[in-house]
């Protein structure tokens, strides 16, 4: 002890910490299952991952300098529990007019280490252009530049993420940063 629970692609909150034992049988009586960790409307457990990507780089309030023409923007994108892979990872600084396929770094995982699909993060990176800078040192904001994916099955990461009761957000995400 302690021992711990993983199940790829299901909810972290579904992986059960300090396991003492393992009983299999019909969905669990406890709070977790029947009150909390539910979907919303309709209110049945939450047991998979959404798709999402995340900007790691720059950060929110970052600063640009009024001189560059460009900004490398990393990050992770995650397909979701469902059998497909990450195929596209996309960057934006238009507030999605336009979009720019990422590079995704698929050839750092271990091939190994999954059997069939992998279902992990896979990094990605993308040098951007940026409009060119206006009002040269008011420390204005530039556009947001925010990043989305598609996994291999063609489905798109959703701007605005569903209503989960609060649970598993993965709209779009959307990092400010400042022209200096």
């Known amino acids: 002890f302690p021992v711990r629970v993983l199940l790829p692609g299901v909810v972290g909150a579904r992986q059960v910490k300090w396991v003492t034992k393992i009983e299999i049988g019909p969905l669990a009586d406890s709070p977790w299952t029947k009150h909390f960790y539910r979907s919303q409307p309709v209110r049945t457990p939450i047991y998979y991952l959404p798709m999402n990507s995340v900007i790691l780089s720059p950060q929110p309030g970052d600063s640009v300098s009024a001189g560059e023409t460009s900004v490398l923007v990393e990050g992770v994108a995650y397909p979701g529990s469902v059998e497909a892979e990450v195929a596209v990872a996309e960057v934006s600084y238009d507030r999605g007019q336009s979009w720019k396929e990422a590079e995704l770094l698929s050839e750092e995982v271990e091939k190994g280490d999954a059997k069939g699909i992998y279902r992990g993060w896979t990094r990605f990176r993308v040098e951007l252009k940026l409009p060119a800078a206006q009002g040269l040192g008011c420390g204005g904001p530039l556009p947001e530049l925010w990043c989305r994916l598609r996994n291999a099955k063609g489905e798109c990461q959703s701007e605005r993420s569903s ?18």
């Open 163 to 180: 209503a989960m009761g609060g649970y598993l957000y993965n709209g779009y995400h959307k990092v400010p940063i400042v022209r200096k």
